[in-house]
T-cell receptor, first 109, second 118 residues
Framework: SQQGEEDPQALSIQEGENATMNCSYK?????LQWYRQNSGRGLVHLIL?????REKHSGRLRVTLDTSKKSSSLLITASRAADTASYFC?????????FGKGTKLTVNP | GAVVSQHPSWVICKSGTSVKIECRSL??????MFWYRQFPKQSLMLMAT?????????EQGVEKDKFLINHASLTLSTLTVTSAHPEDSSFYIC??????????????FGPGTRLLVL
């Protein structure tokens, strides 16, 4: 069963705008991870945030985690056309990654 | 670092044949490898977990005799789809994780193999 649920399911923005994707989960976690998948390709690990962290940055990416609400958000600032991809959050359950349904982001040039 | 390769990237086969997909960790030793299946516009569904030198653990609903997994070394796992049928057509992705070194907490994914069964 899906642990994470992302919203929105699809997001279309213009280049230069910021993109925010949200993820909710159901059980307690040690960490939450965000992955990116270009169409027809494998997944690329973007960032891992631990349960005792509230915010983490990596380049143009900013991830927040609210364990009280069981939710996380991924913000991509100053988006580029190359950011067009599907983004998945994932939590670990019994050492296995459980993925959400993903947000398909389209950045229009 | 943390590069995982898959071979082949594309395979088309006739119904009833078997297809082998290889997953290799190129620059680290993967104590555990995972096999996922992804249908169009859907998320990844875990099929099985394989640990080097032991039998794979399959998720509920995944036929172990249909999807044979071998993890004979710390850098190679194979998935064999036996007697493939059109409904097996999908995108198969592997990932690898190490219990030691800098890659402990994260799974690193291969580029995927698209299987089309005619």
């Amino acid at each position: 069963s899906q642990q994470g649920e992302e919203d929105p399911q699809a997001l279309s923005i213009q280049e230069g705008e910021n993109a925010t994707m949200n993820c909710s989960y159901k059980t307690s976690i040690n960490n939450l991870q965000w992955y990116r998948q270009n169409s027809g390709r494998g997944l690329v690990h973007l960032i891992l945030i631990r349960s005792n962290e509230r915010e983490k940055h990596s380049g143009r990416l900013r991830v927040t985690l609210d364990t009280s609400k069981k939710s996380s958000s991924l913000l991509i600032t100053a988006s580029r056309a190359a950011d067009t991809a599907s983004y998945f959050c994932a939590t670990v359950r019994s050492e296995k990654l459980v993925f959400g349904k993903g947000t398909k982001l389209t950045v229009n040039p | 670092g943390a590069v995982v390769s898959q071979h082949p990237s594309w395979v088309i086969c006739k119904s009833g044949t078997s297809v082998k997909i290889e997953c290799r960790s190129l620059d680290f030793q993967a104590t555990t490898m995972f096999w996922y299946r992804q249908f169009p516009k859907q998320s990844l569904m875990l099929m099985a977990t394989s640990n080097e030198g032991s039998k794979a653990t399959y998720e509920q609903g995944v036929e172990k005799d249909k999807f044979l997994i071998n993890h004979a070394s710390l850098t190679l796992s194979t998935l064999t789809v036996t007697s493939a049928h059109p409904e097996d057509s999908s995108f198969y992705i592997c990932s690898a994780r190490s219990l030691a070194g800098p890659y402990q907490e994260t799974q690193y994914f291969g580029p995927g193999t698209r299987l089309l069964v005619l």
